[in-house]
């Protein structure tokens, strides 16, 4: 079996690899056409972000089975029970479709594939298994505003009478239209959003109510909350917040063993492989 990559003892075999960018290659099967591989990503080309996508994770494979030592994580009996499900069921619907032989891509290569993967999130959990402890509802909570921006030049007093006239039962929209404030603006907000001093006072907001005036060094700021908080979005926030925390502290401990671990990469034959060609 060629050797794709060696990091320290442990290694990555082509043909797990291959097997990899065929799994990817078959999720995109549905879109796929004759120049679907060369279309441009940025400065590369689909087929480039793939192939570098699959090493990024051949890599990180491998790296989380020195880092399962440090951490004394292991795979059960039940574990070892999903992968080889899982990786029977994935070679039985890879190898109607591709030709597994040319690549020396066996049962048990894929199977070995599916055991890096299982340790590999556990691995991942286990550096990770605290984040969601860290890391707030108030963090991740979503709201809904209405704001309008004004002119640093015009006087607080002025300001002051557009709170008036919107408190006096004048829609927001309509009073910033009769001051000549205009565009109101829309904003689903998440923290990072905005300035501090804006989010400061927008999420201290209950819904319907209306904010003091804002100032910053560039405008001041009427604020009016229309929702204090948005179940749906801030759940979904909430999760995507925790995920990237958790990539970040995954990432952070690879990065670390990265820079104090030899890494041998066979570039020639990765260079070789042509996602379209499989």
Known sequence: ERTLLTLDS???TVAEAVFRLMEVKEDYRADEDSMFWDR???DITFEDYIKDSVKDEML???ASQIMADDLGVY?????RQEYMHAAAESYSIISLRYDLASYHITQDIVTELYRKQALYTKVFN?????INIE???????VIEVNYVEIPVSVSLNQAEQLRSEIKSGTSFATACEKFGWEPVMHLVLMKGDMPKTFENVAYALIDGELSEIVETADCLYVI???????????????NKVISAARKAEFDKAYNELAVKTLLRFNDSVWDEIRVADL
């Open 126 to 130: 286990k550096l990770s298994e605290n």
């Open 60 to 62: 990180k494979l491998t």
């Open 224 to 238: 009016q909350c229309v929702e204090d908080y948005m179940i749906s979005e801030s759940v979904a926030n909430n």
């Open 10 to 12: 442990e290694s990555c």
């Open 135 to 141: 890391i707030s509802e108030s963090d991740t909570k």
């Open 75 to 79: 795979l059960n009996d039940d574990d």
């Open 40 to 42: 441009a990503i940025g």
